[in-house]
């Protein structure tokens, strides 16, 4: 495991990008030996953080011994430019967009993620290496990021530019293929149930149970990142179900964008089932549903049917789950909720059920 510092700005001390953070950095596989916070309503233009935290994070990357500082916020190109340069070169500076490729890149198995995540980081990191070569801060040094290796920042820069053309000609390829792959779907004239939510809300596993499949789940954030769609047969009507991709908070555009392809199916869904943990605390129970909803009506506008799997209902009492019902309604007032424990199988003919009905409207 490799050591890392936190680094982050917000606008209160118990803000929960932290802790996702915190839980990112974990399933990238660093080990967090300590964190720089600072609370302040306006990130410092210059370097995120203002000049005296800088010097306790330089002293804290100098007493650690360690080679990867993380951040929780985004970093521009400028900020990230002065950050390498106060805290060296030899120390990698990943921001939250950077660690949320870091593991994409290592749930993906298919050419096709692999590809879009790396073309994702070279259109994310152009603009930092640009910025490395017009305040030519560092001489003759060499720079890299991540799995791309190291070059002299000029070469990088052609290097990059080329390696982007080269991944969207191939990506072009395989888009057609996959176009053809939804064509033929589409010819079978089953409709479509896609399964959307917060990463590890519960996809997998209820996509597991309804498929009779056995894809991997609670890897941790973003254990699914392709897109799998089975037939189901229930209450005399035949469907496909398909599960995908889950969110995160503020999920970075350039994520959407890489990842376009698989949102898409959201887009293509007769029905939309959206799941939601409903053991976590109220407040973080409300935050992701907000953020699911608003990502599903970017990509699939409001007026798509859409049911609320209030998930893991095993894990909480009858009266916190009455109360997190409640919460649901309020937050999604115009859609069904339906309490459902994918993993225990309680009240999953239910949901099916409403499913189904909502199928027929359609
Ligand atoms: N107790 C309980 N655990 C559940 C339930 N449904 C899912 N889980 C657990 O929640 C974790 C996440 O489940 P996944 O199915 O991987 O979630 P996901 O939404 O597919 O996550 P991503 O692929 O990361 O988007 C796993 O450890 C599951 O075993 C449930 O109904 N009850
Ligand atoms: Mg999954």
Known sequence: MQKAVIVGVFQKSDDFRLREVEELARNSGYL???????????????????????????????????????????????????????????????????LILD???????????????????????????R??????????????????????????????????????????????????VVIRRKEVDLPIVALTGYTQSGKTTLFNLLAKESKVTGLGPFTTLETCARRVDAYGKSFII??????IDEMPQLVLDAFHATLVELRLADVIALLIDVSEAPSIMERKLKTSLSIVSGVAGDNK?????????????????EKSIKLVKRIACHYDVVPISAKKAVNVSFFLKKIVEKLGKN
Do not use: C
Request: net charge positive; charged share 30%; proline share 4%.
């Open 32 to 98: 967090i030996v300590d964190k720089v916070i600072q609370i302040r309503s306006n990130p410092h233009a210059g370097y995120l953080i203002g000049p005296g935290k800088l010097r306790e994070l330089k002293d804290r990357v100098k007493k650690y011994g360690v080679k990867t500082v993380l951040f929780a916020n985004e970093l521009k190109p400028g900020q990230y430019f002065r950050l390498q340069k106060e805290l060296g070169l030899d120390v990698n500076i990943l921001d939250r967009v950077l």
């Open 103 to 129: 593991i994409f890149d290592k749930r993906a198995f298919t050419s096709e993620a692999k590809l879009q995540i790396e073309l994702a980081r070279l259109k994310y990191t152009l603009p930092w290496a």
């Open 131 to 180: 910025e490395l070569v017009r305040l030519k801060g560092f001489g003759s040094e060499k720079m890299g990021f991540g799995s791309l290796g190291s070059y002299p920042y000029e070469a990088y820069i052609s290097f990059a530019r080329k390696r982007i053309k080269v991944i969207e000609e191939r990506l072009e390829r395989l888009k057609k293929r996959q176009e053809e």
């Open 242 to 247: 398909v599960d995908s991709l889950g969110f």
């Open 305 to 321: 049917p859409l049911i609320v799997a209030a998930n893991k209902m095993d894990l909480v009492g009858d009266s916190r789950l």
